[in-house]
């Protein structure tokens, strides 16, 4: 069996620590002693000498899940001075989508969420406009409005915090167009996502189709990643790219990068879902599945 | 650390076996407490009840290989009643090259092995024709060739088991455009790679590119796969596409028909050569990296 | 300027012929007296000798289009014995979607034509079941139910023509899985998108993404073709594919899949609507843009 | 019949102008009085009114070619203010190749020759190191070094437009790592063709293929573009990715990024031998074929 869809009724378990000897057969010598059986288990390590170490494993068993967490966390957590934490099964991640004027992103999330592809509660979508009530709300959802005034962003971000804060386990920023402060991030304290355009070269600033077709750019990209207080630079989670030509006016330029946008952004709230990512740094390990 | 390249110093452990709890545990419990240091694990499942169980372990360490071997066989193999096969640090895969008249496939995989990208030894070159013998022999390499004349296929078979039969650990058909006898399979008794084009709808029979052509297909598409005694129809290691449309002739297909072959042999030949391809019956597991 | 989007405010002439000297010019010289101004112009011929020509052009200005209509054809379309049809600026094409009990395709379809990258009148949605009447009519479309049932087809096909016969110019099966009889068809008269999975090798009959996960298959692909007589065999309008491996499970596969035919299936509903595509007897001519 | 392989007996004549009213009727027009008959015909406005308009017709027959430019420059090009030009059917243009250390772009590119890929003559292959004359040699081509020395970078330039300046119609480098003066462009005064890296986002400076490991690329590119003299920033004419991963190391990022490299470079070159790359400022127009 593997997991995927929307029926996932393994646990997970996510471990990084400082790589040395025996970290895998301790993890599984647990689990097995436990009575777990080992589902899907994938591992990496940037170096085995001096290195990090990376591991997920999903299993099936082992009993109740706080004892076997309290036991972990005695037995083989402290002995490596690990960073881990259990997913149990059937425990369904919170999250909230927040949108600004383009929907392209946003109902793509939603029709997936629908039809059973995305393992997800969703919470909410928050919106700086209110443009999208009706279509959010016919799919049973809250739809809420913080407008972000000029001058207003910190009032803005303290009603999100109140509004979210403590209540969803992750953020999607599916074409969300308020940079988020670096407070705000602290406050949320959660993951979050966000997916923007992405040309080879890159090109900074304002009207970046109108540039890229200047430039005469024959892809057009789009990359999802973690949000950090840079904007734009968080780590990587997943990068697609569409063919263009010079044909394509900025507008059409503008409608492919739509359609690479929800495709790459998709793929990482899944990853994510799915307990298949990991940061390490300035870098995510995105293990396969 | 990870694998690649022409540098490989890691001893790796290939394994399959019906699944059940506690594997994973006890294979990396074996090589731990003999010293070894895991580097990669990978590991899959086609069923935890009742499926079969693939694993791939590398590591650095672990003693002498011929104890090392001896002793995982009598403790863990039989437990688990497991095929296995490890394949020792530093130890290189001699493979033979087989060709007809089309040069793309085998220069690709000589000029990629001469650049280190692919670790191996290519005990020779054996062609049915005389066209490549100063190109090969450019690459210090001998080139052999067996005519298979009319109703004397027996015959050249004999004379190509005679020539690499327990001299080499793959044999690489890269263009190689006759037919294998069941009997030469078995004979040679290794992996055998075959490369061949691929369609959407597939067009059996003769001149596939012109009909390919006359059907407007938009995608030109290549199959690398284990030989069996059914033709084109082992388990597929890797396919790959590239994009055409109406204006190509039939030329014009089959040029970016090379393409897309070369690439999908090389990195099928690649992924079989670092011991990361495991047969599953009609199918293949090919563990990423 | 170049057509897109769904802003298009030029006349669009398209021609086929039986290739020979002077089609081009005899057709821009015909425009450029009429003082129209030829803003995209695509030609392509199967053989200069004795070949077949396909042509088209776009161009604003040019007169009343009825007296331009009326000219060309009395001028160049008969001195050529031309196929040709003359899509005049603003006409936008009405189009009826059908579906089945799978909601990727159509949903990708409506949301796209809100968005304004289909420029098309949706006349209405029919369905052979009552499954997604909510969601369509929240688009203000109306929705249709004509249920298919066992042995009465031909009745279920009476209902489809009276309630669309004649009032479209273009019928789209958007995961619409009734077989379309000949009689049918014809009776339409207006042409048909289809939309399937598409494999490397081809898995003719039923639980195709079962069979293909038995046979390990690395892409998934989906073929959009207009519909002929002959079950998926009509000239393809586009293919795509997406990648996957072993662990894939057939409900996997069978996402990928949606993923891949929504995209190829609103590729070819787009090339048709800016009338990019003509039919050359089994295959297509599509022209870029 | 479509042009391609290295089979081309069509003449092709290359258009850029002002756009206006009547061109392609004028262009059209005068080759079919002169009994051409036209194979193919691409052409693109940037804008019809105040726009640039880029044309390319093939065709055969029209006369003596010298006495048909002559006509045509008189007739046409004047009258419309055109730059233009006219290949005739048969000639095949001269290129020098130039290299540095890394031998998978030139190798790709002459085995594409070699095939009949590329319809061009290799003039030589210059290099600034003395690395791989005997696989040149092999090929039946000259090979000269000219090293370029610390402070003497003006002579060794002096010394290429003693070699190849006026006996070449096109310069590629394949991964030829000396920047080229402003100067030594002037002088040499054809297209030059250049491939480099590119990632999303752009790593400019040194060792980009570690640096984009650390920020955990999911995407390796690469770019072929003309030669301009601000580096890695001319009119680009081809791109492509190929996917990687976390498990990558900044050796096999390399690797990868050689296989996209090669794949765009002979993309890029074949796109110019077949006169289908106009330039546009900063920009190309690449017609498609």
């Known amino acids: 069996m593997r997991e995927g869809g929307n029926v996932d009724d393994a646990a997970r378990l996510l471990i990084s620590c400082d790589d040395r000897t025996g970290i895998v057969a ?18 990496y390590s940037t170096d085995p000498t001096g290195g990090r170490f990376f591991m997920r494993v999903s299993f099936v068993g082992g009993g109740d899940p706080a004892e076997l967490e309290a036991v972990f966390a005695s037995s083989v957590g402290e002995r490596f001075e690990m960073w881990w934490r259990l997913r149990r099964a059937g425990e369904v991640q919170r999250v909230a989508l927040m949108v600004s004027r383009e929907d392209h992103c946003l109902f793509d999330l939603l029709w997936r969420w629908r039809r059973g592809e995305l393992p997800m509660d969703v919470a909410c979508v928050v919106s700086n406009h209110d443009v999208f009530r009706a279509d959010v709300e016919a799919f049973g959802l809250p739809f809420h409005v913080i ?3 000029k001058g207003k962003k910190p009032e803005a971000e303290a009603a999100l915090v109140d509004l979210i804060g403590g209540r969803v386990d992750l953020v999607v920023l599916a074409r969300y167009m308020q940079i988020l402060s670096g407070d705000l991030i602290d406050k949320l304290a959660v993951p979050i996502i966000n997916i923007h355009h992405s040309f080879l070269p890159a090109f900074a600033g304002a009207q970046p189709y109108q540039r890229a077709r200047e430039r005469g750019v024959k892809l057009i990209g789009a990359t999802a990643h973690y949000v950090t207080e840079v904007l734009d630079d968080g780590p990587i989670i997943e990068q697609d790219v569409l063919r263009v030509d010079h044909r394509s006016t900025a507008d059409e330029l503008q409608r492919v990068g739509r359609d690479v946008e929800r495709v790459a952004l998709a793929r990482a709230v899944r990853a994510h879902l799915h307990d298949h990512v990991l940061v390490d740094g300035t870098r995510t390990i995105v293990f396969p599945g």
Chains 1, 2, 3, 4 share one sequence.
Do not use: H, K, M, S
């Open 26 to 43: 301790a993890v599984t010598g647990f689990l097995t002693a436990r009575g777990a059986n080992i589902i899907t288990l994938d591992q």
């Open 147 to 149: 407008p972000v005034e």
